[in-house]
């Protein structure tokens, strides 16, 4: 302190402009006032023009004083060394710094924009609620030829928005750092910091420029999307780290890189693509389908669009709306990727890998799939099955290079009449088939002019095979002969069977000469499969009646047909037992008409019992419905709910309204559980019926004058 010149002079070592902030307690009025001024921008402009509602004492900027910026004003630094001791920015308004320096903002508070411009160094000031999730939001432009860094020591942001030239270069800062909500780019190219973490919480939007993200970690727990079409957006991935998109990828944009070195970008949404090429995906680089409900990819991913690596990390299962091309590796860790005749994945290169090789019974293509192979015997696996069934199938032998389309099929295969007619095995077959399998099929076709090669079938739980070795060595490659409607036999060879995942596999001992082909399981042992080979079940209603229809090609040792019916198709009652053929090698066509089926809808189903007890369920269900008659000419009445886990049930019962019928409740066994009179209202409901009983299925019977009727209900756990 100087007392001669009246001067208070701090010593400051190693400290520059920006380190000094803090507030003045003495003084008198006319040299520090007691009261800071105020003033209130009243519209847009700079700093140092007459832009506030309240005069500034001498003009220019104001000085050591509270300034409000005021919703929709933009209020420009463009003279350096502006000192406010307090800046309230409104969530509408805008603190624009643009070719100045040497500011001092003092507290800054407010849910309002700083908008940097070639420079991303904020003024000094106290930022503690400015920078935090529900502050403010900051803007960094990029001029041409600017290169500057953002977010440094800012771990929070609510909002940012980064914009400008397209020959500007941006980089984040080495530190992690959190959006709160949107980041936003349009214009600048942008860098990563190596290893730090952005967290974006909103969505992440870039229009044009480029995202280079390196070898950083980021995480958008919104959706990622490259817009503005073939000029617009473009996000590179960088070598090693982690991307991870908890909503949507939309790719309408100009690029995506995957990136090399096992860079992951791992989507827990969907994807959508319209517009843009798709690049990296090298060096163990991949596209990661990692969400926990159903996810799907839409749009074109074929040449220049092709994802390298496609990784499937699902349970729940990935479906593709439009075809997929892999040239590195597809990935199958966990659910099926469901494909269809339109939306293909297809392997477009003879060393795309399959990891694991050949799939598994938890993940594998759940429908067609292709794969462009060369001429010979290296195995190439396609890791394809349908629904719960994993049926992998491989060509070996083959003869010439080829895109080969294979698709597995859990049907009887005259389901691809009228191409195939007949399920009859080719009685001039050098070895004799005793059996046609009618539990599944493959259909296996390729490009190009002719070509052969020897065809591997597998075969699961499903396939009625028996799993002793004796047995499973009899299974045959079978083909289906057009020309002839009968199934050829091309031998079977190396067959082998895994326990552990109830699988097996052979290959045919001939080669097959290839257009599109039909191949199904035979056997020259009867066990394989069980006897009856099913053609079709099916039914329809006639007025009051349900009929059923089922056909055999062949039967061997049938004694008889059991048909069932189901209220809730878990819980089933015999309705019937049929008479089978014994033996036949010509089609039997058999119906039964059900009388007794109730109102509402049933279900259906049959299964087929030879003379020793083995039976064969038919895959298919069969399902009815009966409309409920409004007049009361019958005793008809619905349970509901059906089956029920509240210990109660009320029925509708057209025809009866306000009237007070009798019921009972009894076990299958007839024991009579309870009995009362319950009411029925104006609108045929009745009141609740308590069935405070067992897990199991009961009987209602309703009684009302000479009319009695019985229905069943079940009670879950």
């Not at 598994?360 to 060369?374: A, E, I, R, Y």
Request: proline residues 4%; hydrophobic residues 35%; charged residues 20%.
């Amino acid at each position: 302190m100087n007392e001669i010149t009246h001067t208070l002079t701090w010593n400051f070592i190693n400290k520059g402009e920006e380190a000094i902030d803090g507030d003045y307690f003495a003084g008198i009025n006319t040299a520090i006032p007691d009261i800071i001024p105020e003033y209130h921008t009243s519209n847009t402009g700079v700093v140092g023009d007459p832009v506030y509602e309240e005069l500034v004492p001498g003009g220019g900027a104001p000085s050591g004083a509270d300034v409000y910026i005021l919703d929709d004003h933009v209020l420009t630094f463009d003279q350096s060394g502006v000192n406010f001791y307090r800046t309230f920015i409104t969530e509408n308004a805008t603190l624009k710094i643009d070719g100045s320096s040497f500011h001092r903002l003092g507290k800054v508070t407010g849910k309002g924009t700083i908008h940097l411009v070639g420079t991303g160094s904020l003024p000094s000031g106290e930022y503690n609620t400015f920078f935090a999730c529900f502050g403010g939001k900051l803007i960094y432009e990029g001029e041409s030829g600017d290169d500057f860094e953002i977010l440094s020591n800012l771990p929070t942001v609510r909002k940012v928005d980064i914009i400008g030239s397209a020959n500007s270069n941006i980089r984040f800062a080495n530190n992690n750092a959190t959006i709160c909500e949107d980041l936003t780019i349009s214009g600048p190219q942008i860098s990563g910091a190596n290893g730090a973490l952005l967290t974006v919480k909103g969505d992440l939007d870039i229009s044009s420029g480029t995202l280079n993200i390196g070898q950083g970690n980021l995480l958008v727990e919104g959706n990622m999307n490259l817009l503005g079409g073939a000029s617009g957006g473009k996000f590179k991935g960088g070598n090693f780290g982690l991307t991870t998109i908890e909503g949507d990828l939309n790719l309408e944009g100009n690029n995506l890189d995957l990136g090399t070195n096992y860079r992951e970008t791992e989507i827990r949404g969907n994807i959508t693509k319209t517009s843009g090429t798709i690049t990296g995906g090298i060096g163990g680089a991949r596209l990661k389908m990692a969400g926990e409900t159903d996810q799907y990819i839409k749009g074109s991913f074929t040449g220049t669009s092709k994802i390298p690596f496609l990784h499937i990390a699902n349970p729940s299962g990935v479906t593709l709306h439009s075809n997929v091309e892999i040239s590195d590796t597809l990935k199958l860790e966990s659910g099926n990727l469901n494909t269809g005749i339109d939306s293909l994945v297809f392997l477009t290169l003879d060393g795309t890998d399959v990891d694991p090789v050949g799939g598994s019974p938890t993940s594998f293509v759940n429908g067609p799939m292709k794969w462009k192979q060369n001429a010979g015997s290296t195995q190439r696996i396609f890791p394809i099955g349908k629904n719960d069934r994993y049926r992998p199938v491989y060509l070996t032998s083959r003869s010439g290079l080829r895109t080969w389309e294979v698709e597995y099929y859990d049907t009887v295969a005259t389901v691809q009449s009228p191409i195939v007619t007949s399920m009859n095995p080719n009685p001039n077959s050098p070895t004799i088939i005793e059996s046609v399998s009618i539990q599944e099929h493959w259909r296996i076709n390729h490009d190009g002019g002719d070509v052969s090669a020897r065809v591997s079938l597998s075969w699961g739980e499903n396939s009625a095979v028996e799993t002793n070795p004796s047995d499973y060595s009899k299974l045959l490659v079978l083909s289906y002969n057009n020309s002839n409607n009968v199934w050829d036999s091309y031998g079977g060879s190396g067959h082998s069977y895994d326990a552990g995942t109830s699988t097996g596999d052979f290959v045919s001992t001939a080669v097959v000469n290839f257009s599109q082909r039909y191949f199904t399981l035979g056997s020259s042992d009867a066990v394989n499969p069980l006897p009856v080979t099913w053609l079709y079940f099916r039914g329809e209603t006639q007025g009051d009646h349900h009929i059923l229809e089922w056909v055999t090609a062949s039967e061997k040792n049938n004694e008889y047909f059991e048909l069932e019916r189901s209220i809730d198709a878990q819980n089933w009652l015999p309705v019937a037992n049929i008479a089978g053929a014994g033996y036949s090698i010509t089609q039997s066509n058999y119906s039964y008409t059900d009388r007794d089926a109730p109102y509402g809808r049933v279900y259906y189903r049959i299964r087929q019992v030879d003379f020793d007890g083995e039976f064969d369920m038919h895959p298919n269900l069969v399902s009815l419905e009966r409309a409920l008659k409004s007049a009361s000419e019958k005793l008809e009445f619905v349970i509901y709910p059906n089956p029920t886990k509240y210990q109660t049930i009320r029925m509708m019962i057209p025809g009866y309204e306000d009237t007070a019928l009798s019921i009972m409740i009894s076990d299958l066994s007839g024991k009579v559980l309870s009995s009362q009179i319950i009411q029925v209202d104006g609108q045929g409901i009745s009141q609740q019926i308590a069935c405070n009983f067992s897990p199991g299925i009961y009987l209602v019977t309703v009684m009302v004058g000479d009319k009695m009727r019985s229905k069943p209900f079940v009670i879950s756990k």
